[in-house]
């Protein structure tokens, strides 16, 4: 899913002109949130992060993040 936002973001100039995709990435693990964070910031979007539930639900609801990046646990 990373590979493919960064290469819309990269094949698409007059897109990022307009617009920058902002993303909002959810998971219990600090380092998981930051490495995504700096990862994605580095192509030029625009990252919202949380550690906590609860938070993000309130931050998708706040920020209408374009797609939201989370861990699923079975």
Known sequence: L?????HIQINDNR????MTTKILVID??????????MLLRTHGFE?????FG??????????TPD???LRSEE
């Open 2 to 6: 990373i590979a493919k936002l960064i």
């Open 15 to 18: 897109l990022r002109k307009i």
């Open 28 to 37: 219990d693990d600090v380092a998981i949130t930051e490495l995504m964070s």
């Open 47 to 51: 990252v919202l992060t949380t550690n």
């Open 54 to 63: 609860a938070e993000g639900i309130r931050l998708a609801e706040e920020k």
């Open 67 to 69: 797609v939201i990046l």
